[in-house]
Each structure stands twice: as structure tokens, then as C-alpha cells.
């Protein structure tokens, strides 16, 4: 089955630790996405990556930071700089978006990140 | 302002009724509108694609741009129980990066 998933589904941090959300994709898709979700204000962009080795910051990237050393992987640390990281996470994946009929994004399932 | 604003709801309806959904956007270099359904907890899935102006159907759904307007809209007929969800709106340029609507809550009343 392709797809995008995302571990672990339910985090728990304590205040002045970091943690790695880990975004695994199977399709074969070139660009990677993480997104932050606050009831009532839609999908953020944190950080997102075009290709191996190459990422830009998104609308909220202070306090995070991501990796993309394989092309099937972009884990995001949260790190203690992120000053209120209680939220949903979504990873997404699409292919390019230069031609008429791709770039679409895909999502993952989500990880809830909850500071204790 | 927002570039995209999308009313948040919730938007309740009987089952069988006609829901229509809808957004505004500011920005007139976006080419490519999509329409995302979200479960609650759950990552969106992509409902709908549609690149400039007119209209796309499948099944239920219908998908309408007006970019004279700048003005999107998700039209869901025979709408069901299950139809209950938020839904979000998302367009770009041509660009990868997504704009995301806040979403409209949905719930459709058996």
C-alpha cells in the first residue's frame, strides 16, 4: 500500500524537552510538507522540502527543525524553543507542482503532540 | 485579511439536503484549487482538484471556481450522515506551497 505515515500517534513532552515526530512516505513523491493545526485556524506551514537534502521555513518554522537526509523521510523536532507546541501535526507529500496536473498534496494521520 | 477566508460553521443541515461550501481569496496568481474533507483526528483527503475557472463533478460533489470573483464553492447533493466533517479549502500559484481556508464545519442530521 503507498501512503504516508506518521509516528507516533499521540506524543507527550514535558516542558524544555525536544521531540522528533517522525513522516515516512512510500510514493515516491519529491516534496515533503509539515503542517501545524490550531482548532479554528486551518493548516500552517512549518517547514517544507522540493528535493533531497534541501529545505525551506514555512509561515511558523521558529522553534522547529527539520531533516530530509532520504527522500522517504522528514522528521520534525519540536524543539523547547517552540513556546506553545500543543497541537496537531500533519505531514504531507506531492509531486511537483510545475505542471497543470500534479502537485497535489496528500496528508498523513496526524500526531498529537501534548506538553505536559 | 487573510488570503483565503472560509467561513468556520458549524453548518448544520438535514440528511438528503444540499450543502453548498465556500471561499473567498485575495491573491489572484492562484491557479489550482483543491477541496480537503477532514475527520475529526484524522489527516484530510483530497476530495476535489480543479485548476483555473469552471466547474468538475464527481459523484456528489461538485467543485466551482470563479476566479473573476475570486470566489470557490463545494457543492454536496443527497448529503449524508457520513458527509459529516470540516472541510477546507486550498489553493496555490504555481509554486508548491498550499494556502489553507480555516475550514467549515460540517454536520448533516440523520
Known amino acids: 500500500d503507498g501512503g504516508i505515515t506518521q509516528s507516533p500517534k499521540y506524543l507527550f513532552r514535558k516542558e524544555g524537552q525536544n521531540v522528533t515526530l517522525s513522516c515516512e512516505q512510500n510514493?515516491?513523491?519529491?516534496?515533503m510538507y509539515w503542517y501545524r493545526q490550531d482548532p479554528g485556524q486551518g493548516l500552517r506551514l512549518i517547514y517544507y522540502s522540493q528535493i533531497v537534502n534541501d529545505f525551506q521555513k514555512g509561515d511558523i518554522a521558529e522553534g522547529y527543525s527539520v531533516s530530509r537526509e532520504k527522500k522517504e523521510s522528514f522528521p520534525l523536532t519540536v524543539t523547547s524553543a517552540q513556546k506553545n507546541p500543543t497541537a496537531f501535526y500533519l505531514c504531507?507529500?506531492?509531486?511537483?507542482?510545475?505542471?497543470?496536473?500534479?502537485?497535489?498534496?496528500?496528508f498523513g494521520p496526524g500526531t498529537r503532540l501534548t506538553v505536559l | 485579511q487573510k488570503e483565503v477566508e472560509q467561513d468556520p460553521g458549524p453548518l448544520s443541515v438535514p440528511e438528503g439536503a444540499i450543502v453548498s461550501l465556500n471561499c473567498t481569496y485575495s491573491?489572484?496568481?492562484?491557479?489550482?484549487f483543491m477541496w480537503y474533507r477532514q475527520y475529526s483526528r484524522k489527516g484530510p483527503e483530497l476530495l476535489m482538484y480543479t485548476y483555473s475557472s469552471g466547474n468538475k463533478e464527481d459523484g456528489r460533489f461538485t467543485a466551482q471556481v470563479d476566479k473573476s470573483s475570486k470566489y470557490i464553492s463545494l457543492f454536496i447533493r443527497d448529503s449524508q450522515p457520513s458527509d459529516s466533517a470540516t472541510y477546507l479549502c486550498?489553493?496555490?500559484?504555481?509554486?508548491?506551497?498550499?494556502?489553507f481556508g480555516a475550514g467549515t464545519i460540517l454536520r448533516v442530521k440523520s
Open positions: 491573491n489572484s496568481a492562484f491557479q489550482y
Open positions: 504531507a507529500s506531492s509531486t511537483p507542482g510545475r505542471n497543470r496536473n500534479v502537485g497535489v498534496q496528500f
Open positions: 486550498a489553493m496555490r500559484g504555481y509554486g508548491n506551497k498550499l494556502v
Open positions: 510514493l515516491n513523491h519529491d516534496a
